[in-house]
T-cell receptor, first 109, second 114 residues
Framework: GQSLEQPSEVTAVEGAIVQINCTYQ??????LSWYQQHDGGAPTFLSYNALDGLEETGRFSSFLSRSDSYGYLLLQELQMKDSASYFC??????????FGAGTRLFVKA | NAGVTQTPKFQVLKTGQSMTLQCAQD?????MSWYRQDPGMGLRLIHY???????DQGEVPNGYNVSRSTTEDFPLRLLSAAPSQTSVYFCASSSPGTENTEAFFGQGTRLTVV
């Protein structure tokens, strides 16, 4: 079957660094994406990894290891506005994109 | 640039009623999809389309129909609403390229079935 596993909740302090992990088991893997969703809002795209390694976009970085079926999202210099849910998503063959259940990030002052 | 537009934003249905959720995008994206999101859960794929005239089932297709007569529009039909279909529905579109898979989401339709 297809599955994506990520922690349900993470809490961190403003200004700190937090890592959200995602392990996946799918067929026809094309790449791993990350999305942010604030309460009541729509998911918004953060990053995409098709190849192994680290991709950096401002305060956010994303890592992929295809051999380990593992990726993570790294958020640096945390701000209160980063409190949201973060979803990893796998694009499979046939253009299907499957989402994990999400990690709720709480940023404390 | 409007992006992905969903209508309505809110809807209450009685059990057994049917309705269509509308989704339109103006980015000329070939790939469109419908997801439902239940409280505390991720997005589950209902149906998707890789182009006009082509649709396929996702993870949870039962009780829903779709069609794709144009590139821009991808409506989702609830055939006979049930309380289990109470959810937030998101439509998304993206380019099918492998280099950039960013999906653009509509603002969602919050559906309650009573």
């Amino acid at each position: 079957g297809q599955s994506l596993e990520q922690p349900s909740e993470v809490t961190a302090v403003e200004g700190a660094i937090v890592q959200i992990n995602c392990t996946y088991q799918t067929s026809g893997f094309y790449g791993l994406s990350w999305y942010q969703q604030h309460d009541g809002g729509a998911p918004t795209f953060l990053s995409y990894n098709a190849l192994d390694g680290l991709e950096e976009t401002g305060r956010f970085s994303s890592f992929l290891s295809r051999s380990d079926s593992y990726g993570y999202l790294l958020l640096q210099e945390l701000q209160m506005k980063d409190s949201a849910s973060y979803f990893c998503a796998v694009r499979r063959g046939g253009f299907k994109t499957i989402f994990g259940a999400g990690t709720r990030l709480f940023v404390k002052a | 640039n409007a992006g992905v537009t969903q209508t309505p934003k809110f809807q209450v249905l009685k059990t057994g009623q049917s309705m269509t959720l509308q989704c339109a995008q103006d980015m000329n994206h070939e790939y469109m999809s419908w997801y439902r999101q239940d409280p505390g859960m991720g997005l589950r794929l209902i149906h998707y389309s890789v182009g006009a005239g082509i649709t396929d089932q996702g993870e949870v297709p039962n009780g829903y129909n779709v069609s794709r007569s144009t590139t821009e529009d991808f409506p989702l039909r609830l055939l006979s609403a049930a309380p289990s279909q109470t959810s937030v529905y998101f439509c998304a579109s993206s380019s099918p390229g492998t280099e950039n898979t960013e999906a653009f989401f509509g603002q969602g339709t919050r559906l309650t079935v009573v």
